[in-house]
């Protein structure tokens, strides 16, 4: 049975005190028996404000992004081993608007993949494809080729600790879901897919993620679907009622 991972991925928002008004306002909202694991992707900034707040909380630490080198001379990155040191479980990794953006390939991808295994930090892998594959029908071959690619190289031991969310980048604040079937399709060839490359035991504990437009009013239809083990939520997690109501949904 996989426990339901509901992550918040804040993107380029809140400054050092908006984030410790949203998590104080999730500590409060969230409290006792909750049977699925709580992350917030703060911005970088303030990470370290943020952690402070969660030593007795059961929601959990992680980053939007990280260099794959532990140090050196590498102007404006961060690295495995400062979000280690400042207490992140988890990073996300190769999400679309950093593959769009900034130029990020799969080969670069493996290697933050790879990098956030060695130093103990879950790497949420992003895929998905865009609104020109999937009306092209190639939504299978683009998402097979991310994870062959961002796979590369991790073994069965490793793969455990993997995390992956299906992010259609046409549903990404565009307000556009996919649909829970179109996202259960997609959550189940990723599954399959796993399991062809490392095994059906692994395949069966991995957790995949949906992302791209959850809200309180969608989650509980595509938490439900049986390949989708939990969100990556952008524009609803900003606000900790909007994202409380996702958890709530999510859990029935
Ligand atoms: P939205 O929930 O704002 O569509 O963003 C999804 C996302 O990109 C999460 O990583």
């Known amino acids: 049975m996989r426990t339901k991972l509901i992550a918040g991925n804040w993107k380029m928002n809140n400054n050092v005190s908006d984030s410790l008004k949203l998590v104080n306002e999730l500590n409060d909202l969230i ?3 909750i049977n699925a694991e709580i992350l917030v992707c703060p911005p970088f900034t303030a ?7 969660l030593e007795n909380s059961i929601i959990k630490l992680g ?3 990280m260099h794959f080198e532990s140090n050196g001379a590498f102007t404006g990155e961060i690295s495995p081993i400062m979000l280690k040191d400042i207490g992140a ?3 996300i990794i190769g999400h679309s608007e950093r593959r769009q953006y900034f130029n990020e390939t799969d080969d670069l991808v493996n290697l933050k993949v790879k990098a956030a295994l060695t130093n103990g930090i879950k790497p949420i892998l992003c895929v998905g494809e865009t609104l ?5 029908n190639m939504q299978e071959e683009t998402v097979k080729n991310q ?3 961002g796979l590369k190289d991790i073994d069965d031991k490793n793969m455990n600790n993997v995390v992956v969310a299906y992010e259609p980048i046409w549903a990404i604040g565009t307000g556009r879901t996919a649909t829970s079937i179109q996202a259960n399709e997609m959550a189940y060839f990723i599954r399959d897919t796993i399991k062809d490359l490392y095994s059906l035991n692994i395949s069966q504990n991995l957790l995949i993620l949906y992302g791209g437009s959850v809200k309180g009013s969608n989650a509980k239809e595509l938490m439900s679907q049986s390949d989708i083990d939990g969100a990556l939520v952008g524009g609803a997690s900003l606000k900790a009622g909007e994202f409380v109501s996702i958890i709530q949904n999510a859990m029935q």
């Open 31 to 33: 409290k006792g028996e």
């Open 47 to 53: 990470l370290y404000a943020v952690k402070q707040k």
């Open 63 to 65: 980053a939007q992004n």
């Open 89 to 91: 479980d988890f990073v």
């Open 132 to 136: 020109e594959q999937r009306e092209r």
């Open 147 to 149: 994870l062959i690619n």
